[in-house]
Nanobody, 122 residues
């Protein structure tokens, strides 16, 4: 199992970015995929997840209405569309694979990508 996160960068407050998570080594549509982030000096927190059963989605409260998680089974890739970015969204973002059903608890995820840095300037 391998996950490759990409798409991070520097963006101004109010801007948008789309992160990608390319997956290999497993049946992509079967498993939940989640995005987590970790800001300097803070614990890793779950941002969004999409289940492998029915593609139901869950979001952390601070990103609801601004971030959208999706997946493309044909490309074995998950995405995190981030709009209306704020400086407090600055963090390293990780994608992770869990079981079939998603939640935002890091302990539920066994496989992690390497992280991609998102920096939002004010």
């Amino acid at each position: 199992v391998q996950l490759q996160a990409s798409g991070g960068g520097l963006v101004q407050s109010g801007g948008s970015l789309t992160l990608s998570c390319a997956a290999t080594g497993f049946t992509f549509d079967t498993f939940a995929i989640a995005w987590f982030r970790q800001a300097p000096g803070k614990e890793r927190e779950g941002v969004a997840c999409i289940s492998g059963s029915d593609s139901s989605r869950f979001y952390e409260d601070s990103v609801k209405g601004r971030f959208t998680i999706s997946r493309d089974g044909a490309k074995n890739t998950a995405y995190l569309q981030m709009d209306s970015l704020k400086p407090e969204d600055t963090a390293v973002y990780y994608c992770a694979r869990g079981s079939m059903y998603c939640n935002l608890r890091a302990g539920s995820y066994s496989y992690w990508g390497q992280g991609t840095l998102v920096t939002v300037s004010s």
